[in-house]
């Protein structure tokens, strides 16, 4: 613990850097734009800000990136709390309660809810980061290939199975991306494959240009197709944002609870924030004493998973530190941009740069500081963001993507499969297919390829190899539990859509989807 | 449901994104075997992507039959990737979000004005081409005077010069014409 304390004062130290402090600020800034606006998430900012990378080197992309990441998770409940309108898939919850806080002109009170628990959850999340990151690195010393092959497999499935919508197609997504990423050098043989003789293919498909287009320009592209209309927005005022001691006295528990519950989830595979906030209000609303208050204005409503979601975001980084697996597609941007500084995190990270993890462990602390004092007094400043026109911010994207992609390689053959990437991108989303199990594959593709061959190879054929590795078994039968469970939930919902007499179809009447 | 693609109650979105996947799959397996399959001990290059290839058909017939069994007047919903409601739905929401009605030109008009870029953002340069591409956006996306999208455009490529070129000395091509 001594050596832990002491190595997050050196983390601490390296903010004598001013360069950093002004990353971890941007970083935090444009992560509260993107939560807070329409169209872009965290996902498209990473992705358009992923041609950078190079330029910052390691620890200030990770810095960068984890600003941003958390920022965007306060953005996301500042628009659902004045709202209701979700800044992010993570914050669905929180509109439950927050924004019936503020109809009851509680709106300043929840935003501070939602920033303390955010903060406290940060804090807490850090801390389990901190702890469990370097266990979590020596026992993956010992994992072998089955491990990483079952990992990989896990990370993908559940990510199909839990994520909502079509699993069918979150897996037509998956496989899309491991396609993609067949295409240049085998990482077994060495030997080029589906290059069609061309020299630009020999590398490869450039991951940045894939990830602009299908997110950046993609989400770019859904907004300029769209009509636009203002949102007239009243935030608090500064005075308006004390809670009452009672509101405090039942945020605080739950915000503990939450943080917890998030920290866990968050470590698993799959679609960690969104579940772990929808996990956080059932177990608030289960050990309430007033459980029909929920949906009315329940201050637990807010903090619960408010603070689930800010965990699960810190904890996303375990794994990917510690066993170089992203379980997100958010963490698989952070992934490739390490990669692209020559960084390969995994099982050897924290004992071989230690000096980064204990950085970015220290600009996430920060990170969540500066979110707390910067989130609460600027709210209207924030809010005012929505009155901007998509048409006129897109165009920006759009431009951004264009340089941020042609700086990773000074190529235009990227550029041009960038916006052919965005406008696939675009119309595959149209059709019901999401972009992030595409990303996820795409950078999980090498690891998979290269465990399951060298599975193959050394089991010789034989099923008992496999069979006979604890962890590995332990990882696929949750991975058969989830999809079974995820099944089953399906064919349910779909006998039930079926058995329910519908309204007869009528020209003038559009039908809800399916 | 003007607009929304519906045929008969199959989902065209579904039925075209679905079904051509499924022949690229087909086409993607071919292209593997030709790699080579090798043995399971000493698994060859089209071993994996022929792994792929037969799980990406069997996923896509799957979305093919799901979609012919949807219920007639059902709609494909959008995928919802990170942003809660990103997506237009049937109808503007409460909050004015706006209608599902895609407006397939400013899409085409965008993408041209971008494609400038690979076009001949090596014979003109970089950074004016870009700030040409973005005035041509902004009119494409409704500026409505000229002299706003120029500004527009031209302190883009303004601010890309200071950030890139100055602070991040990323080498942005010139051009023949020797511009930014």
Same mark, same amino acid.
């Given at each position: 613990m001594g050596d832990a304390i002491d190595n997050l004062g050196a983390g601490f130290a390296a903010f004598a850097d001013p360069a950093y402090v002004i990353l971890a600020l941007v970083g935090v800034v444009l992560g509260t734009m993107v939560g807070v606006l329409p169209g872009i998430g965290p996902i498209g900012a990473m992705s358009v800000l992923l041609g950078m990378t190079t330029q910052l080197g390691p620890t200030g992309s990770l810095i960068l990136f984890a600003g941003i990441y958390f920022g965007s998770t306060y953005g996301g409940s500042t628009t659902s709390i004045l709202l209701n309108v979700p800044g992010e898939a993570s914050s669905v919850v929180t509109a439950l309660d927050g924004h019936e806080m503020t109809k009851r002109g509680r709106a300043g009170p929840a935003l501070t809810i939602a920033a303390l628990s955010s903060f406290l959850a940060g804090t807490i999340a850090i801390f389990g980061l901190m702890m469990s990151a370097p266990w979590l690195s020596g026992m993956a010393v010992k994992l072998g290939p089955p491990e990483y092959l079952a990992l990989c497999v896990a990370g993908l499935l559940l990510l199909a199975a839990l994520a909502g919508g079509s699993a069918a197609k979150a897996i037509v997504m998956i496989c899309a991306g491991l396609a993609i990423g067949t295409v240049g050098i085998d990482p077994a043989g060495g030997d080029l494959r589906f290059t069609m003789g061309s020299p630009t293919l020999a590398e490869g498909f450039s991951f940045i240009a894939l990830v602009m287009g299908a997110f950046g320009v993609a989400e770019a592209l859904t907004m300029v197709g769209r009509r636009w209309r203002p949102k007239p927005v009243k935030a608090p005022r500064l005075r308006e944002l004390l809670p009452s001691r009672q509101e405090s006295r039942q945020a605080a528990p739950a915000a503990v609870r939450g943080s917890v519950i998030g920290f866990l989830l968050g470590l698993v595979p799959g679609p960690a924030a969104v579940l772990s906030t929808f996990a956080s209000y059932v177990v608030e609303r289960k050990i309430s004493r007033n459980p029909d208050k929920f949906g009315k204005g329940a201050v637990q409503g807010v903090s619960g998973p408010e603070a689930a979601n800010n965990a699960a975001a810190g904890a996303a980084f375990v794994p990917l530190l510690a066993l170089g697996i992203p379980f997100a597609p958010t963490m698989a941007l952070v992934l490739a941009a390490l990669l692209l500084n020559g960084i390969v995190p995994g099982p050897t990270f924290v004992e071989d740069q230690p000096d980064l993890f204990w950085t970015v462990i220290a600009a996430m602390y920060i990170a969540n500081l500066m979110l707390l004092v910067l989130n609460l007094p600027l709210v209207g400043l924030f809010t005012r963001l929505l009155s901007i026109p998509p048409q006129t911010l897109m165009p920006l994207v759009i431009g951004l993507c264009v340089v941020g992609v042609y700086a990773e390689n000074n190529s235009m053959f990227d550029v041009v499969v960038m916006l052919v990437a965005g406008l696939l991108g675009f119309m595959l989303r149209r059709a019901g297919f999401s972009m992030a199990p595409f990303v996820l594959a795409v950078v999980l593709q090498p690891t998979l390829e290269v465990s399951l061959r060298q599975t193959l190879a050394f089991s010789d054929g034989n099923p008992g190899y496999v069979l006979g590795r604890p962890v590995t078994m332990v990882i696929l039968g949750l991975v058969v539990l989830a999809v079974i469970v995820s099944a089953r939930r399906a064919l349910l919902a779909g006998k039930a859509t079926r058995q329910r007499p519908g309204p007869v179809p009528d020209e003038r009447t559009p039908t809800p989807g399916a | 449901m003007r607009g929304t693609?519906?045929?008969?109650? !199959?989902? &065209? %979105? /579904?039925? !075209?994104?679905?079904?051509?996947?499924?022949?690229?799959?087909?086409?993607?397996? +071919?292209?593997?075997?030709?790699?080579?399959?090798?043995?399971?001990? /000493?698994?060859?290059?089209?071993?994996?992507?022929?792994?792929?290839?037969?799980?990406?058909?069997?996923?896509?017939?799957?979305?093919?039959?799901?979609?012919?069994?949807? *219920? %007639?007047?059902?709609? *494909? %919903?959008?995928? /919802? /990737?990170? &942003? +809660?409601?990103?997506?237009?739905d049937a109808e503007g929401d409460a909050e004015g979000e706006g209608d599902g009605e895609v407006r397939w030109w400013r899409i085409a008009g965008v993408l041209a004005a971008a494609l400038l870029v690979p076009a001949v953002g090596d014979t003109v340069g970089m950074i004016t081409t870009l700030a040409i591409s973005l005035v041509l956006m902004a009119k494409v996306m409704g500026v409505s005077r000229w002299s706003s999208a120029v500004i527009f455009g031209f302190s883009f490529g303004a601010a890309t010069w200071l950030v890139f070129v100055r602070w991040l000395a990323v080498p942005l091509p010139a051009g023949m014409l020797g511009l930014f």
């Amino acid at each position: 613990m001594g050596d832990a304390i002491d190595n997050l004062g050196a983390g601490f130290a390296a903010f004598a850097d001013p360069a950093y402090v002004i990353l971890a600020l941007v970083g935090v800034v444009l992560g509260t734009m993107v939560g807070v606006l329409p169209g872009i998430g965290p996902i498209g900012a990473m992705s358009v800000l992923l041609g950078m990378t190079t330029q910052l080197g390691p620890t200030g992309s990770l810095i960068l990136f984890a600003g941003i990441y958390f920022g965007s998770t306060y953005g996301g409940s500042t628009t659902s709390i004045l709202l209701n309108v979700p800044g992010e898939a993570s914050s669905v919850v929180t509109a439950l309660d927050g924004h019936e806080m503020t109809k009851r002109g509680r709106a300043g009170p929840a935003l501070t809810i939602a920033a303390l628990s955010s903060f406290l959850a940060g804090t807490i999340a850090i801390f389990g980061l901190m702890m469990s990151a370097p266990w979590l690195s020596g026992m993956a010393v010992k994992l072998g290939p089955p491990e990483y092959l079952a990992l990989c497999v896990a990370g993908l499935l559940l990510l199909a199975a839990l994520a909502g919508g079509s699993a069918a197609k979150a897996i037509v997504m998956i496989c899309a991306g491991l396609a993609i990423g067949t295409v240049g050098i085998d990482p077994a043989g060495g030997d080029l494959r589906f290059t069609m003789g061309s020299p630009t293919l020999a590398e490869g498909f450039s991951f940045i240009a894939l990830v602009m287009g299908a997110f950046g320009v993609a989400e770019a592209l859904t907004m300029v197709g769209r009509r636009w209309r203002p949102k007239p927005v009243k935030a608090p005022r500064l005075r308006e944002l004390l809670p009452s001691r009672q509101e405090s006295r039942q945020a605080a528990p739950a915000a503990v609870r939450g943080s917890v519950i998030g920290f866990l989830l968050g470590l698993v595979p799959g679609p960690a924030a969104v579940l772990s906030t929808f996990a956080s209000y059932v177990v608030e609303r289960k050990i309430s004493r007033n459980p029909d208050k929920f949906g009315k204005g329940a201050v637990q409503g807010v903090s619960g998973p408010e603070a689930a979601n800010n965990a699960a975001a810190g904890a996303a980084f375990v794994p990917l530190l510690a066993l170089g697996i992203p379980f997100a597609p958010t963490m698989a941007l952070v992934l490739a941009a390490l990669l692209l500084n020559g960084i390969v995190p995994g099982p050897t990270f924290v004992e071989d740069q230690p000096d980064l993890f204990w950085t970015v462990i220290a600009a996430m602390y920060i990170a969540n500081l500066m979110l707390l004092v910067l989130n609460l007094p600027l709210v209207g400043l924030f809010t005012r963001l929505l009155s901007i026109p998509p048409q006129t911010l897109m165009p920006l994207v759009i431009g951004l993507c264009v340089v941020g992609v042609y700086a990773e390689n000074n190529s235009m053959f990227d550029v041009v499969v960038m916006l052919v990437a965005g406008l696939l991108g675009f119309m595959l989303r149209r059709a019901g297919f999401s972009m992030a199990p595409f990303v996820l594959a795409v950078v999980l593709q090498p690891t998979l390829e290269v465990s399951l061959r060298q599975t193959l190879a050394f089991s010789d054929g034989n099923p008992g190899y496999v069979l006979g590795r604890p962890v590995t078994m332990v990882i696929l039968g949750l991975v058969v539990l989830a999809v079974i469970v995820s099944a089953r939930r399906a064919l349910l919902a779909g006998k039930a859509t079926r058995q329910r007499p519908g309204p007869v179809p009528d020209e003038r009447t559009p039908t809800p989807g399916a | 449901m003007r607009g929304t693609g519906l045929v008969r109650g !199959i989902a &065209k %979105p /579904d039925v !075209i994104a679905g079904g051509s996947l499924l022949v690229l799959g087909l086409l993607y397996g +071919a292209l593997a075997l030709d790699e080579g399959l090798g043995t399971m001990a /000493d698994s060859g290059a089209g071993f994996f992507p022929f792994v792929v290839a037969l799980v990406l058909v069997a996923a896509s017939a799957v979305v093919l039959l799901q979609s012919r069994r949807r *219920t %007639p007047g059902g709609l *494909t %919903p959008p995928a /919802d /990737d990170e &942003k +809660a409601g990103a997506e237009g739905d049937a109808e503007g929401d409460a909050e004015g979000e706006g209608d599902g009605e895609v407006r397939w030109w400013r899409i085409a008009g965008v993408l041209a004005a971008a494609l400038l870029v690979p076009a001949v953002g090596d014979t003109v340069g970089m950074i004016t081409t870009l700030a040409i591409s973005l005035v041509l956006m902004a009119k494409v996306m409704g500026v409505s005077r000229w002299s706003s999208a120029v500004i527009f455009g031209f302190s883009f490529g303004a601010a890309t010069w200071l950030v890139f070129v100055r602070w991040l000395a990323v080498p942005l091509p010139a051009g023949m014409l020797g511009l930014f």
